[in-house]
């Protein structure tokens, strides 16, 4: 095993150093595509750590909790029962509303899940109380869908006028915008055409409430009035007239029944007060103290969230000449979720930048040379910029944890390539002082192969330490799982970059130079020491593992004394 695992590593580092023209122009290539898959990276808080769900809402008028879960919810339950992979399920039933949420496996398909559950929903067609409309899905938002909170204020505009504008401009404009998913508006008064029956009126002339109830819908319907046919032409018919404000409505002619006794000029306000009124308000909002209107803004499951963010407030840019016309004042970041991706992204990019900047001095203090500090410093954006190629090819979002994987990262990766450049540097020394010195590509490639073994030993090892990350199952599975594969593939593509570009960078930048004698003060300075320390280790070895032994084994009493919490997930339904 040790034989075919040293000859596959000779074949590629021989390859390497025997192209090294096409090496070069390969990792320069793919340094250039990695750069350019970090600019369509998505961007996010956290990873997708919520277990994939949808929500089914259905508006009951008028009904009360008891009928609404009775005639609503538990039809609707019985209904998507059954579903392939649905895990559990949540319901709840208040007044006028029913909404039904549930749970789907991880590892199941979320929008075929959706497909499924849209043809059960149309199995209830007819057997739901007259008068509810059909159950509709709430668009698919992630765990971090919340993007962006807007409130709009006026002290010249009444809340009615100001939840119109949010309701029919601001809204519409917004949900316009690619990667919004849903626009959920709170507080203002939402505007009616309120008939308010007379019942004295009512009484006098026999009417009933279905009378007015036509009355009013035949004064605002829209309907089809055919078309005529001539030898030449063909002509559509189209209704008009009608009633768009309260006073027109008010106009109506009120046709009463035979035995009503109601003159046949009566109309609508003759019997009711028609008028602009707010609904029953069941939501109320305010901005710095000042009633207004909130708009809350939810972006769509796998989208940007800096693209829609930036996309949102461009459309609001657009409609602030018109907002302000209307003396509106928009407040456009009472909640921004993109802040707090900004600025972690921002500190974990100068973390990044600062691991590498400690890197490199440790490197030339250690090497107390340019050249071969930069063939080591080399495998860092190699390395980070290919593991963020691959995240981004495989659906993961550059967050915090996936950033932070590679900050942990960071430090290892030059690891490889120190130990080769190390090596190849110190067999290249000797070779000066051969009487008959050896070819350089001989001498590189013996210095590779001489460390290369050890190397991949230690780079699988840690990668090791982090597979259980990967295997956590629940909702730290899926919160840390994207920081050990974010690790894991760092330290994989450093070890690439060590077999094969690093013995071609040292090929090109040390074979053909004169090299010092002596090793750098600083090695020669620690050896010293390292020496002294290790004689004195080795006079009493009973010691020293009776030292360890005690350590390890306090550590691992430690670990019954350390508080913990756990956290379990679960669905329900309500009937």
Known sequence: MQTEQRGILSAIVRFSLRFRGVIVALACVWLAYCAYSLTRAKYDVFPEFATPQIVVQTLAPGLAPEQVEALVTQPIENAVNGVPGLESLRSDSIQGLSVVTMYFSPRSNIYLNRQVLAERLTTLVGKLPEGIPAPAMVPLTSSTGDLLTIG??????????????????????????????????????IKQFQVQPRIDQMRLYNLTMDDLLTAARRATGVRGAGFIDTPNQHFILQTEGQSLTAVELSRSTLVAGRDSGAPMNLTLGDVARVTEAPEPPISAASIMGKPGVILNVWVQYGANTLEVTAGVERSLDELAPMLRAQEVAVSPRLFRAANFIEKALHRLKLSLLLGAALVVAVLLLFLADFRTASISVAAIPLSLLSAVSVLEYLGFSLNIMTLGGLAIAIGVVVDGAVINVENILRRLRENLHRDNPRPIFNVIFDASIEVQGAVVYAIFAVALVFVPVLTMSGLAGRLFSPLGIAYILAILFSLLAAITVTPVMCFFLLGGRELEKREPPVVRWSKERYRALLLRVERSPRAIIGAVGAGSILGAAALFFLAGNSCRSSGKGIS
Do not use: C, H, N, Y
């Not at 009444?158 to 915008?177: G, Y």
């Open 152 to 189: 709009i204020t006026s002290d010249k505009r009444s809340l009615m006028e100001l939840r119109t504008l949010a309701d029919w401009t601001v809204k519409q404009r917004i949900l316009a915008v690619p990667g919004v998913a849903k626009v959920a508006v709170f507080g203002g008064d």
